[in-house]
Antibody, heavy 122, light 110 residues
Framework: EVQLLESGGGLVQPGGSLRLSCAASGFIFSNYAMNWVRQAPGKGLEWVSG????????NYADSVKGRFTVSRDNSKNTLNLQMNSLRVEDTAVYYC???????????????WGQGTLVTVSS | QTVVTQEPSFSVSPGGTVTLTCGLSSGSVSTSNYPNWYQQTPGQTPRTLIS???TRSSGVPDRFSGSILGNKAALTITGAQADDECDYYC??????????FGGGTKLTVL
């Protein structure tokens, strides 16, 4: 059974940093690209970042480029998102989502975690 | 900056047919954007309905179908049911590993 479990969310002040993780199980982790998708309270979905199965290719939404860094450790089946220079508008539930592809995403996510809430507030 | 457009809300009668669309603020949507459609009920994670323009995901009823209509991607629900009332999101591939979600359509069945 595919399972994705996010952790690391919490309350942080504007300008601060936070590191999210997603523990994956039930599949061969390195065979799949992975993504972070967020949803602000009461708002729609926003793709944040993606990383290829081997970890060699990464991509970011313009809204987070230069502030967020995605990485993965295929030996530990873990996906990470380092978030720096956080802004109030980064407040959202962050989901990790498995892609159907090994290479970078075309937008088809077949499994989602339950999400972790990040609140950026003073 | 390109924006993916969706109707903010739509209403359909039970048993009726509705077509939700997904466009681009500049340019046309084509199969090269690999349109995907997701369904999200409140408090739940999204569920894939349609991938790559018109491929129904496993377990999705055949009353859901995807297509390209004119210059937009489209999700058609034929014979709408009460539990189809939720939010629908499209996502488009923009090239170079970048995808964009539309703002979502809140569907009401009444």
């Amino acid at each position: 059974e595919v399972q994705l479990l996010e952790s690391g969310g919490g309350l942080v002040q504007p300008g601060g940093s936070l590191r999210l993780s997603c523990a994956a199980s039930g599949f061969i982790f390195s065979n799949y690209a992975m993504n972070w998708v967020r949803q602000a309270p009461g708002k729609g979905l926003e793709w944040v970042s993606g990383i290829s199965g081997g970890g060699t290719s990464t991509n970011y939404a313009d809204s987070v480029k230069g502030r967020f860094t995605v990485s993965r450790d295929n030996s530990k089946n873990t996906l990470n998102l380092q978030m720096n220079s956080l802004r109030v508008e980064d407040t959202a539930v962050y989901y990790c989502a498995r892609d159907v592809r090994t290479a970078t995403t075309h937008g088809h996510f077949d499994f989602w975690g339950q999400g972790t809430l990040v609140t950026v507030s003073s | 900056q390109t924006v993916v457009t969706q109707e903010p809300s739509f209403s359909v009668s039970p048993g009726g047919t509705v077509t939700l669309t997904c466009g681009l603020s500049s340019g046309s949507v084509s199969t090269s954007n690999y349109p995907n459609w997701y369904q999200q009920t409140p408090g739940q994670t999204p569920r894939t309905l349609i991938s790559n323009t018109n491929t129904r995901s496993s377990g999705v009823p055949d009353r859901f179908s995807g297509s390209i209509l004119g210059n937009k991607a489209a999700l058609t629900i034929t014979g709408a049911q009460a539990d189809d009332e939720c939010d629908y999101y499209c996502v488009l591939y923009m090239g170079s590993g970048i995808v964009l979600f539309g703002g979502g359509t809140k569907l009401t069945v009444l």
